[in-house]
């Protein structure tokens, strides 16, 4: 890779950073297509030190992970309207100074649902209340989907049901909900609790489909118990690749080489594959 003084430059801000998947992954896309670009992972935690530096220094477009997604919104010049539908950005571009913010990873779940579900008129239970649940809930209520929240925290639940017009339902009834698909955005059963899962296996029912936004590892217990029993199933990582890649166009203009950022995601992952 050549690097001079034309090289554009990205990167990811949050804390911590050093298990983020998209420094490969972005890099990956840009050798894939021949870009003069290079994306770091910048570890910090003052939000305003970030914009500030993203102005000075012209970083062409900027990754946004926890703690920042939601602190950022006010620092940017435009959200766009998603974006603060959600209450979260989670990639700035910035053109001639001029800083705009977005949330793919709405954009990230829509593509990798619709790649096995097609979602007008469908019921989802999704479980979790959180950034992941928002950006998922906004954009399913946006395409037609009766929406059902779990959470533990019920307050929190309700809120978040009360936004989106959907059902609050409590974590011991969700077997009684009869559901096309089931989203898991909690951290549960990421590394290293692999061997946890919120679901009871007889929620899952054959011909459901069940997506977990875990991408740590790629297949969660959840996931393993929904594939035995006969439902569809959707890795985090396919949403994870999925947002990158509307990052990517956002940054570029260019289509994203998907299969190559798939491949760069997976390996960083599972260095051995
Ligand atoms: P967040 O805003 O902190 O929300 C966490 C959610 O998980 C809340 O609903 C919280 O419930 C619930 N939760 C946490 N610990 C729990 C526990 N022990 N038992 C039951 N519920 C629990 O986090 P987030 O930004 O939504 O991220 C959640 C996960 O999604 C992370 O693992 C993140 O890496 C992943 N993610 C993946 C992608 C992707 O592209 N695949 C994109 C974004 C995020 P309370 O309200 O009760 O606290």
């Known amino acids: 890779m ?10 990811v801000i949050g804390s911590p950073i050093v298990h983020s998947l998209s420094p490969a992954m ?18 910090s935690k003052d939000i305003i030190g970030c914009v500030r530096s993203m102005k000075a220094l012209g970083i062409n477009g900027l990754s946004v992970t926890i703690p920042h997604k939601t602190p950022i919104l006010p620092l940017l010049d435009e959200v766009d309207e998603m974006a603060q539908q959600i209450g979260a950005v989670n990639t700035i571009v910035n053109v001639d100074g001029r800083l705009s913010g977005y949330n793919t990873d709405a954009f990230g779940a829509l593509k990798a649902l619709e790649e ?36 533990r925290s019920k307050k929190k639940g309700l809120r978040l049901a009360h936004h989106l017009g959907a059902e609050f339902v409590p974590l011991p009834e969700i077997e009684t909900v009869p559901t096309d698909l089931l989203i898991q955005t909690t951290p549960i059963g990421m590394v290293p609790g692999t061997d946890q899962s919120l679901v009871p296996p007889g929620a899952l029912k054959a011909g459901m489909v069940v997506m977990d936004v875990i991408y740590n590892p790629i297949e969660t217990r959840l996931l393993a118990e929904a594939r035995a029993r006969g439902c569809v199933t959707i890795s985090g990582l396919t949403m994870f690749v999925h947002q990158g890649a509307a990052q990517f166009r956002l940054w570029t203009g260019n289509e994203a080489p998907l299969g190559v950022m798939t491949k760069a995601a997976e390996q960083a992952l599972n260095p051995k594959w």
Do not use: M, S
């Open 26 to 43: 972005h890099n990956a896309a840009f050798a894939a297509i021949g870009r003069n670009a290079v994306y770091l992972a910048f570890e």
């Open 116 to 151: 096995k579900i097609v979602l007008p008129g469908k019921t989802c239970l999704l479980i979790g209340a959180g950034g992941a649940a928002r950006a998922i809930g906004f954009a399913l209520q946006a395409h037609g989907v009766h929406l059902f929240i779990v959470n």
């Open 2 to 11: 050549k690097i001079d003084q034309h090289t554009d430059l990205y990167g």
